[in-house]
C-alpha cells in the first residue's frame, strides 16, 4: 500500500512540475515578445511544444511570429518562404486539434495573407478564399477577436481595389471572390481599434483605407495617433517612419 502511494504521490508531481514547466516557458516567451524579442519568444515557443506538442496558445504563437519574422526577411526570399511555410504548418496542427479555435484561425488567415503576398494567378485566388473563410471563422467563434477584425480589414481593402479587369479574371476563370469594399474595410478596421485602442499596425492599415476612401483629414490624425503609441513589436518603430513619410506627403 505505501508503495502504491508512493508511486500515486510521485505521478501527481511530475504532473504538477511539468504543468509548471509549461507555465514558466510560456510565461517567458511572452515577456520576450513583449522586449520585443521575436526570434527569442518564437524559440521560447518551440521549448514549450518540445514538452508538449499540442499546446494550442504555443502553436498559435509560434505561427503569428513565423508571419511577422518572414515579413522581414526582405533580403533572403528562402528564409522568408521557409518562415511562412512554417507560419501555416503550425496553423494547420492547431486547427487539427481545435478547428473552432478563433487564434487558430486567426494565425492562419494571416499565414495566408503573408504568403499571398507573393503568390500569383490561381494560387493567390484560392489563398484569398480560404483567408476570407479562415478570418470569418476566428470572429464567429470569438467576435472579440481584434487581430481577425484587422484581417478582415485588410482583406476588405485589397479585394476591394483590385482593379475591373483583375476582378473580371478572377469571376470568368475562378467564381469570382465574397464581396469587398472600402466602406466594410473601414468598418473591420475600426472595430479593431475598439477593441484594442494601442494596436500600432491597424491605425497604419485603416489610415490607408481612409485615404483611399476620399477622407485624408482623418487619415492623417490616425497616423499621428500611432506616432505616439508605445512599439509593441518589432515592426512598429518602421510602421512610425512610414506614417512620419505618409502624413508630409498626403498634407
Known amino acids: 500500500m505505501k508503495f502504491s502511494f508512493t508511486i500515486l504521490f510521485s505521478f501527481f508531481i511530475g504532473i504538477i512540475t511539468y504543468a509548471q514547466d509549461i507555465s514558466a516557458l510560456i510565461k517567458e ?19 514549450v511544444l518540445k514538452i508538449s506538442a499540442t499546446n494550442i496558445y504555443a502553436l498559435n504563437k509560434c505561427s503569428e511570429l513565423c508571419s511577422r519574422i518572414g515579413q522581414r526577411e526582405i533580403n533572403n526570399i528562402k528564409s522568408r518562404s521557409e518562415y511562412y511555410l ?46 476570407k473563410r479562415h478570418v470569418d471563422a476566428a470572429i464567429a467563434n470569438d467576435p472579440q ?16 481595389n483590385l482593379n475591373t479587369f483583375e476582378k473580371s479574371i478572377i469571376n470568368i476563370l475562378y467564381g469570382g471572390l465574397p464581396p469587398a469594399s472600402l466602406k466594410q474595410s473601414i468598418y473591420a478596421f475600426e472595430k479593431s481599434r475598439a477593441l484594442r485602442p494601442e494596436f500600432v499596425l ?8 481612409y485615404q483611399k476612401n476620399n477622407n485624408t483629414a482623418k ?33
Open 219 to 251: 487619415a492623417i490624425d490616425y497616423l499621428k495617433i500611432l506616432i505616439t503609441l508605445p512599439n509593441q513589436t518589432e515592426d512598429d518603430p518602421e510602421i512610425k517612419e512610414k506614417s512620419k513619410t505618409l502624413i508630409i506627403k498626403w498634407k
Open 202 to 209: 491597424n491605425y497604419f492599415e485603416m489610415a490607408k483605407a
Open 145 to 160: 477577436n481584434f487581430k481577425a477584425w484587422h484581417v478582415l480589414g485588410r482583406w476588405q481593402f485589397e479585394i476591394s
Open 29 to 47: 516567451g511572452d515577456r520576450l515578445e513583449r522586449v520585443p524579442d521575436e526570434k527569442a519568444s518564437f524559440r521560447k515557443f518551440k521549448e
Open 86 to 131: 512554417a507560419a501555416k504548418i503550425y496553423a494547420e496542427t492547431s486547427l487539427k486539434i481545435d478547428p473552432n479555435n478563433s487564434e487558430a484561425n486567426c494565425v492562419m488567415a494571416i499565414a495566408l495573407g503573408r504568403s499571398t503576398m507573393s503568390k500569383s494567378g490561381k494560387e493567390k485566388i484560392i489563398n484569398a478564399r480560404e483567408l
